[in-house]
């Protein structure tokens, strides 16, 4: 399928705005006047009233001319990484037309990666971005935490939950991106714009044996543009433990934000969001509590890493499984990518997904991602632009 689930016909009355002449769609998840955001969940949409006013995020893009198109499909409540959903299919991945496109964000990045928009709102938690830009094979942008107004986008974990930016080209992402983040300094706590690229080991460990050549490929290429480089993992105790806090924070989220309307409803969900989102429901709220406090920890310790620094590590771990992989190996992948994908979320710092396909390398579904400071946007986009330059 095209991974629409409404068509849309929205323009501003603006000329001549930065992104005048672009179409863009938006994730189930955000508010349109008029519509109901409907959450990849039929019995969400049948239990929520339409919007009385458009997300802000929208209304921003729109005034600079941009032309909501469609609303596309998401994986049921965010709650996934596969792009597989129960009620409205698994959307097109042009790229492995066999194999999931990713998710929660499978309809946003299938419809750029089908070329029917110029670029599309996400969102990304755990990595509903990041991971279907890399299995597409487009451009993505988890911003810093907080960069951009959530306001009328339904939530899954506040803490970690962004607005996500996909793009079909490094200039459209840029264009994007520049019209709804302040100018550098005005967002930003980043320093130097990155001198120094640091490898992060533990990420680089998880890619599959097929995938290692040419994504290390691309990272040698990365390291030409920086003074110095270098390797590391992010903590001593492993990704697993970045994870674990993550997931403890989320879990009590999730439940505070839609356990009393599951079990007021009771909706037909897949079994494995059920599985999930019932999982929360006996979160320990003192458990949450310790780990935001280790978050907070190591957030200066990398705010003050990352001052002169920027990371490197590859977006996903394997090639997409296929769409009729059996449900322990979809968990294992998830797996993989919430361990990859761990660093930025439970940081709250910004990522770029770079296709492999942009830098001349093979037509492989897996990207390298950079990460930065936060309010780093600019500098990562810089050093993608350096990198893609003829």
């Not at 390291?223 to 993550?246: C, Q, S």
Request: net charge negative; aromatic share 4%; glycine share 10%.
């Amino acid at each position: 399928m095209n991974g629409i689930v409404e068509v849309l016909d929205i323009k501003s009355d603006a000329a001549g705005g930065a992104l005048t002449g672009l179409r863009f769609a938006v994730k189930d998840m955000f508010a349109v006047e008029g519509h109901v955001a409907g959450f990849g969940s039929p019995d969400w949409k049948s239990t929520h009233e339409a919007a009385t006013r458009t997300a802000p995020v929208v209304e921003q893009l729109l005034a600079r001319g941009a032309h909501l198109v469609a609303n596309t499909v998401c994986d049921e409540l965010a709650f996934s990484l596969d792009g597989i959903n129960v009620h409205y299919g698994v959307p097109l991945n042009p790229l492995a037309p066999d194999c999931i496109p990713g998710g929660s964000s499978s309809g946003p990045a299938s419809v750029v990666a089908q070329g029917l928009v110029d670029f599309a709102l996400g969102t990304d938690t755990a990595g509903s971005t990041r991971v279907p830009a890399s299995y597409c094979g487009i451009w993505g942008l988890r911003p810093s935490h907080g960069a951009i107004s959530l306001e009328g986008v339904l939530p899954l974990g506040p803490t970690f939950d962004t607005v996500g930016l996909l793009a079909g080209s490094l200039e459209t992402l840029t264009q994007v991106t520049h019209a709804l983040l302040p100018p550098d300094g005005e967002n930003s706590t980043a320093g130097a714009s990155g001198k120094t690229l640091i490898l992060v080991s533990e990420c680089f460990q998880l890619l599959s044996p097929q995938l290692q050549p040419p994504v290390m490929a691309l990272a040698a290429r990365v390291k030409e543009l920086f003074a110095v480089t270098a390797e590391r993992a992010i903590t001593a105790e492993g990704l697993e433990t970045l994870v674990k806090h993550f997931a403890a924070i989320r879990s009590v989220e999730a439940w505070q934000c839609h356990g009393q309307w599951y079990e007021k409803v009771r909706p037909n969900l897949s079994a494995g969001v059920t599985k999930r989102l019932l999982a929360c429901r006996s979160a320990s709220a003192e458990e949450a509590a310790q780990s935001l406090l280790y978050r907070s920890e190591l957030q200066e310790t990398f705010a003050d890493l990352l001052q002169d620094t920027i990371l490197c590590l590859p977006t996903t771990g394997n090639m997409p499984p296929r769409i009729d992989a059996t449900a322990e190996a979809l968990e294992e992948n998830r797996g993989v990518n919430l361990r990859i994908n761990s660093v930025a979320s439970f940081l709250g710092l910004p990522q770029i997904n770079i296709p492999l396909t942009a830098c001349g390398m093979p037509n492989l579904p897996i990207g390298l991602s950079l990460v930065a400071a936060k309010g780093g946007e600019s500098n990562l986009l810089r050093v993608a632009a350096e990198l893609v330059r003829p």
